[in-house]
């Protein structure tokens, strides 16, 4: 493919939490311009096709100031198919108020879940939808949380279903890491804090090493290397919202209830750091995407695709499906302003579009192949309706820093640590323990992680 050919740096960055409709779905509202080419949500108060059910209660999509929320969405693998409501062989999506329900025992009228932000709450996520390309059916690969999404999008494959407090086992040599190394492809990581990637299992010399760095970096590196010299993948990685401790950093990844402007802000300064190099920026492509839908509603039914448990995973039951859709974003000079690309894809969309880049096949593993003859496209796709040559013009992003206010009322909840939360601390931890004094120059927030509390001594006997 020609304009494959011109793309010399990849960029990928993947924010948490979030569905296509909470973040996207005004894109073809009419109060907010009515894109009839995007697939978002159309008069969502009134469409009956959009109602949630909670004891014969029904509860429609409601738009949702940003800010932080009270706590956490549901969104493990039980409940998720809670959401989806598969009824008669149909995924309904009529189940997110019930799981809110079943999850927070809160019986509010107006459920989170349910709710959609407008333009002026996600104003860099509307800007790149209209100045490049929005994806309206790029979907979480599998209907669970992060950790199996994550690990699906870094390698195709999932070997857990849930999200725990343990490392994530890797698949050998399908990590993405490895799968680089062994063709010779550069690639870097810049980290706002703790990088989820140190959550894996064995890749303690990777993140002390030299490819990862602090994104404070990021600016020098991009202006002072050669378009030659650049690493061919670079991921960006957010401020995490589970990190145990942010020490210099505000919470940015956009995970509830974590609210969006943040990670708005963050995606505004990555796209200007990008676009400020006309000559590097030519030959660029940014993907912005979110690992799952976060519990959030989504409309559209996931894909009837498939994923058996790979060699060693630890749970026996095959996903029958995808997830949600999830908000999904590429820019690139080469891409014609107000593209929306209707193709079915997932992360390991990713996988496809890197092995063409670098391997010259779609098929960067049994598992990628096998979800690509079951329909899930490549990001090259998107870009067979490229233009000729690379645009001259670079549309300016929204100026005004987003501030977010408290979106609801009340004092927050008492926040009981998650699995992934207590899945950061201890992969902190962990790096702390393979090398101390590397683990505290890469990431010198470890010096403040918090000691665990002495267990209570056990109550003598009466």
Request: one cysteine or more; aromatic letters at 10%.
């Given at each position: 493919?020609?304009?494959?050919?011109?793309?010399?740096?990849?960029?990928?960055?993947?924010?948490?939490?979030?569905?296509?409709?909470?973040?996207?779905?005004?894109?073809?509202?009419?109060?907010?311009?009515?894109?009839?080419?995007?697939?978002?949500?159309?008069?969502?108060?009134?469409?009956?096709?959009?109602?949630?059910?909670?004891?014969?209660?029904?509860?429609?999509?409601?738009?949702?100031?940003?800010g932080?929320?009270?706590?956490?969405?549901?969104?493990?693998?039980?409940?998720?198919?809670?959401?989806?409501?598969?009824?008669?062989?149909?995924?309904?999506?009529?189940?997110?108020?019930?799981?809110?329900?079943?999850?927070?025992?809160?019986?509010?009228?107006?459920?989170?879940?349910?709710?959609?932000?407008?333009?002026?709450?996600?104003?860099?996520?509307?800007?790149?939808?209209?100045?490049?390309?929005?994806?309206?059916?790029?979907?979480?690969?599998?209907?669970?949380?992060?950790?199996?999404?994550?690990?699906?999008?870094?390698s195709?494959?999932?070997?857990?279903?849930?999200?725990?407090?343990?490392?994530?086992?890797?698949?050998?040599?399908?990590?993405?890491?490895?799968?680089?190394?062994?063709?010779?492809?550069?690639?870097?990581?810049?980290?706002?804090?703790?990088?989820?990637?140190?959550?894996?299992?064995?890749?303690?010399?990777?993140?002390?090493?030299?490819?990862?760095?602090?994104?404070?970096?990021?600016?020098?590196?991009?202006?002072?290397?050669?378009?030659?010299?650049?690493?061919?993948?670079?991921?960006?990685?957010?401020?995490?919202?589970?990190?145990?401790?942010?020490?210099?950093?505000?919470?940015?990844?956009?995970?509830?209830?974590?609210a969006?402007?943040?990670?708005?802000?963050?995606?505004?300064?990555?796209y200007?750091?990008?676009?400020?190099?006309?000559?590097?920026?030519?030959?660029?492509?940014?993907?912005?995407?979110?690992?799952?839908?976060?519990?959030?509603?989504?409309?559209?039914?996931?894909?009837?695709?498939?994923?058996?448990?790979?060699?060693?995973?630890?749970?026996?039951?095959?996903?029958?499906?995808?997830?949600?859709?999830?908000?999904?974003?590429?820019?690139?000079?080469?891409?014609p302003?107000?593209?929306?690309?209707?193709?079915?894809?997932?992360?390991?969309?990713?996988?496809?579009?890197?092995?063409?880049?670098?391997?010259?096949?779609?098929?960067?593993?049994?598992?990628?192949?096998?979800?690509?003859k079951?329909?899930?496209?490549?990001?090259?796709?998107?870009?067979?309706?490229?233009?000729?040559?690379?645009?001259?013009?670079?549309?300016?992003?929204?100026?005004?820093?987003?501030?977010?206010?408290?979106?609801?009322?009340?004092?927050?909840?008492?926040?009981?640590?998650?699995?992934n939360?207590?899945?950061?601390?201890?992969?902190?931890?962990?790096?702390?323990a393979?090398?101390?004094?590397?683990?505290?120059?890469k990431?010198?927030?470890?010096?403040?992680?918090?000691?665990?509390q002495?267990?209570?001594a056990?109550?003598?006997?009466?």
């Amino acid at each position: 493919m020609a304009v494959l050919d011109q793309i010399q740096t990849f960029v990928i960055v993947m924010f948490e939490n979030r569905s296509f409709d909470n973040v996207l779905g005004h894109l073809s509202m009419s109060r907010f311009g009515k894109r009839k080419d995007v697939e978002g949500l159309v008069d969502p108060e009134t469409n009956l096709d959009y109602t949630n059910f909670l004891d014969a209660q029904g509860y429609q999509p409601l738009e949702l100031e940003d800010g932080s929320l009270l706590h956490d969405l549901p969104h493990n693998r039980a409940l998720v198919e809670d959401q989806l409501a598969k009824a008669n062989g149909r995924y309904t999506m009529s189940g997110f108020a019930d799981a809110y329900f079943r999850h927070t025992g809160s019986r509010v009228s107006d459920p989170p879940s349910m709710g959609f932000l407008a333009p002026a709450d996600t104003p860099m996520s509307s800007f790149l939808a209209a100045q490049y390309a929005v994806c309206d059916h790029w979907f979480a690969p599998l209907p669970t949380d992060t950790q199996p999404n994550r690990s699906m999008a870094f390698s195709g494959y999932a070997p857990i279903d849930n999200t725990e407090p343990r490392p994530i086992p890797i698949v050998p040599g399908s990590f993405i890491f490895e799968w680089l190394n062994a063709r010779g492809v550069s690639w870097r990581v810049y980290h706002c804090g703790i990088s989820f990637f140190a959550l894996f299992d064995g890749l303690h010399e990777e993140v002390l090493g030299p490819n990862f760095r602090s994104f404070r970096h990021f600016p020098a590196d991009w202006e002072a290397e050669s378009a030659a010299e650049m690493p061919a993948v670079i991921f960006i990685e957010p401020e995490y919202s589970d990190s145990p401790i942010h020490f210099g950093w505000t919470p940015n990844d956009n995970h509830p209830p974590t609210a969006m402007g943040p990670g708005e802000n963050f995606l505004r300064d990555i796209y200007k750091l990008l676009t400020k190099d006309v000559e590097k920026w030519s030959r660029t492509l940014l993907l912005a995407m979110h690992d799952e839908h976060g519990g959030f509603f989504d409309h559209v039914s996931p894909l009837a695709i498939s994923s058996p448990p790979p060699p060693g995973a630890l749970y026996q039951v095959p996903f029958e499906s995808t997830g949600p859709r999830v908000p999904a974003l590429v820019a690139s000079p080469w891409i014609p302003p107000g593209t929306v690309f209707k193709g079915p894809l997932d992360h390991t969309s990713i996988l496809q579009l890197l092995a063409e880049k670098f391997s010259g096949t779609p098929d960067y593993n049994e598992e990628v192949a096998r979800r690509r003859k079951a329909g899930i496209q490549s990001v090259s796709a998107l870009l067979a309706a490229s233009l000729d040559r690379p645009r001259s013009d670079i549309p300016s992003p929204p100026a005004d820093t987003i501030v977010s206010p408290v979106a609801l009322k009340g004092a927050p909840e008492p926040q009981i640590e998650t699995e992934n939360q207590q899945a950061f601390t201890a992969a902190a931890k962990d790096l702390l323990a393979h090398d101390r004094k590397r683990a505290l120059e890469k990431y010198p927030e470890l010096a403040h992680l918090p000691e665990e509390q002495p267990k209570p001594a056990p109550a003598a006997p009466r």
